[in-house]
């Protein structure tokens, strides 16, 4: 593993059923967080981890929900996905808050 | 974005000089962020100012004014494969990151 790794890549999926998107960091980053990026709009904070252990609500956090139990992984639940969530779901990490984030490839995420 | 305002889209000529111009909201203000973003990619960050002036790397600078809640990204020697989007990200005081809706920069021959 090399930086930041998000998995699937893409995925389709019915409205109603439950979704994790993975994230792994291999930087010994602190800090990770979670964004959705929608046509038209910048990209918005989901939840985010300051440290492991540790989680927080973004920008717009309902229908989402996070775990940050060790410094790598840092998983994103859809407990019953809906059309709304329709996304580019990324990753990114950071040493510390204040440092420039590094961002995974992403997560092409389809409700129907 | 939230309190962050950029161009949609800008044209630029290939050689040429681009300057891509961000407002954002003084309150709160922890440093301010440019990242670039090729179709279907992740954004990669390009620099970070957080006192006033121009920071230089390479063919590109950053500018900051805090006292107008200004910055630019300025590109030299625009190359093909500098097409992409560009985001504009203002850091909070809560030390997150409020992002603009980027702009869409394309480099004709």
């Known amino acids: 593993i090399a930086g930041i790794t998000q998995a699937p890549t893409s995925q389709i999926l019915a409205a109603g059923r439950r979704m994790t998107l993975r994230c792994t960091q291999d930087?010994?980053?602190?800090?990770m967080y979670w964004y959705r990026q929608d046509l038209g709009l910048g990209l918005r904070l989901i939840h985010y981890?300051?440290?492991?252990?540790?989680?927080g609500k973004g920008e717009v956090p309902d229908g989402y929900s996070v775990s940050r139990a060790n410094t790598d992984d840092f998983p994103l639940t859809l407990a019953s996905a809906v059309p709304s969530q329709t996304s580019v779901y990324f990753c990114?990490?950071?040493?510390?808050?204040?440092?420039?984030?590094?961002f995974g490839p992403g997560t092409r995420l389809t409700v129907l | 974005g939230q309190n962050i305002d950029q161009p949609t889209e800008m044209t630029a000529t290939e050689g040429a000089i681009v300057q891509i111009n961000c407002t954002y909201q003084?309150?709160?203000?922890?440093?301010l962020f440019w990242y670039q973003q090729h179709a279907g990619e992740a954004p990669t960050f390009l620099s970070y100012?957080?006192l006033d002036g121009l920071e230089e790397k390479g063919r590109f600078s950053s500018f900051l004014s805090r006292s107008k809640g200004y910055s630019y990204l300025l590109l030299k020697e625009l190359q093909m494969k500098d097409s992409a989007s560009y985001l504009c990200?203002?850091?909070?005081?809560?030390?997150?990151?409020?992002w603009g809706a980027g702009t869409k920069l394309i480099i004709k021959p």
């Open positions: 100012n957080v």
């Open positions: 990114a990490s950071s040493e510390g808050t204040h440092n420039e984030q590094f």
């Open positions: 981890s300051n440290t492991a252990g540790t989680t």
């Open positions: 003084t309150s709160g203000f922890n440093g």
């Open positions: 930087m010994r980053h602190n800090a």
């Open positions: 990200a203002r850091m909070d005081s809560n030390y997150q990151l409020i």
